[in-house]
């Protein structure tokens, strides 16, 4: 059983920056998995923000590009989501996410982090 816990969010002004944390526990194959961040505001869907391979590979939503950077410590088993120039439209919480894939048989969620970006 994967624990995902996240943490770092907070009340920020327009133009500052956030670092938020997530840590895995419970299964040695999160370090095969890939890890991603995930937001989701008041009445929207759940999207991706950014994610990361076991590799490093990383990808990330159109609306993060150039301004938030992911990264992991695989040994640590820890994904990070570092935020510059935040924006009001960045305001919702922030979740971590183990897909299914190889080695997980189902969608791992932490329990989420609010960000709120004030104008």
């Known amino acids: 059983q994967v624990r995902l816990v996240e943490s770092g969010g907070g009340l920020v002004q327009a133009g500052g920056s956030l670092r938020l944390t997530c840590t895995a526990s419970?299964?040695?194959?999160?370090?095969?998995?890939?890890m991603g961040w995930y937001r989701q505001a008041p009445g929207k869907q759940r999207e991706l923000v950014a994610e990361?391979?076991?590799?490093?590979?990383?990808n990330y939503a159109d609306f993060g590009k150039g301004r938030f950077t992911v990264s992991r410590d695989i040994a640590k088993n820890t994904l990070f989501l570092e935020m510059n120039r935040l924006e009001p439209e960045d305001t919702a919480s922030y979740f971590c996410?183990?897909?299914?894939?190889?080695?997980?048989?189902?969608?791992?969620w932490g329990q989420g982090t609010q960000v709120t970006v004030s104008s």
């Open positions: 990361m391979t076991r590799d490093g590979t990383a």
């Open positions: 996410k183990v897909p299914r894939g190889t080695f997980m048989s189902i969608d791992y």
């Open positions: 419970g299964s040695a194959f999160v370090k095969l998995s890939t």
